[in-house]
């Protein structure tokens, strides 16, 4: 697969997601999702791509993610739409690095659901083979607490993100 085939610039777009850090960033890497995207990974089943931008950005509070894929077939769904399975491994570097387990090898297997174009992300279902899945009630409750309740508190926490060293709310306001 060569460097300039649409779902090498698919998964660079997703690792730029993935590897983001500050809001600034996620504001910019999430347009890859639809609106309505579904994320069914552990430990989140949720909809919705700002409660998936306000997770991803939560979780990175305690941990850096990259990820290495091993191999990605795309195949055609339904009519406008493909799937791209992808076998990877996410590196998840728990913050900080002093803990006694600074790496965790997530190993996994996603499948993406895209627009025919390789525009928009419209769903994602992982499974990780080396570390058990919860089950849908608990995460269905992480959804609920980090996304719908994140979204909703949204314009109070961001005044407290600069203490992580995050400016992106405040260089939005000016």
Request: a positive charge.
């Amino acid at each position: 697969m060569s460097g300039d085939s649409p779902v090498d610039g698919l998964l660079t777009k997703l690792r730029s997601f993935v590897q983001a850090r500050s809001m600034q960033e996620h504001w910019q890497a999430y347009t890859i999702f639809s609106e309505t995207v579904g994320w069914d990974v552990p430990p989140i089943l949720l909809e919705g791509r700002d409660k998936l931008r306000v997770v991803a950005y939560m979780a990175k509070r305690v941990a850096k993610l990259d990820f290495e894929k091993h191999s990605v077939k795309v195949e055609p769904t339904m009519e406008g739409h493909k799937q791209v399975s992808m076998i990877c491994t996410f590196h998840v570097v728990v913050l900080p690095v002093f803990l006694p387990i600074p790496t965790i090898k997530l190993k996994a297997t996603v499948n993406l659901g895209v627009s025919d174009d390789f525009h928009k992300v419209t769903s994602i279902f992982g499974r990780i083979h080396n570390f058990p899945c919860l089950p849908d009630f608990i995460r269905r409750t992480n959804a609920y607490c980090l996304g719908t309740i994140g979204v909703a508190t949204e314009p109070w926490w961001s005044q407290t993100v600069w203490l992580y060293g995050d400016n992106s709310y405040q260089n939005k306001t000016k």
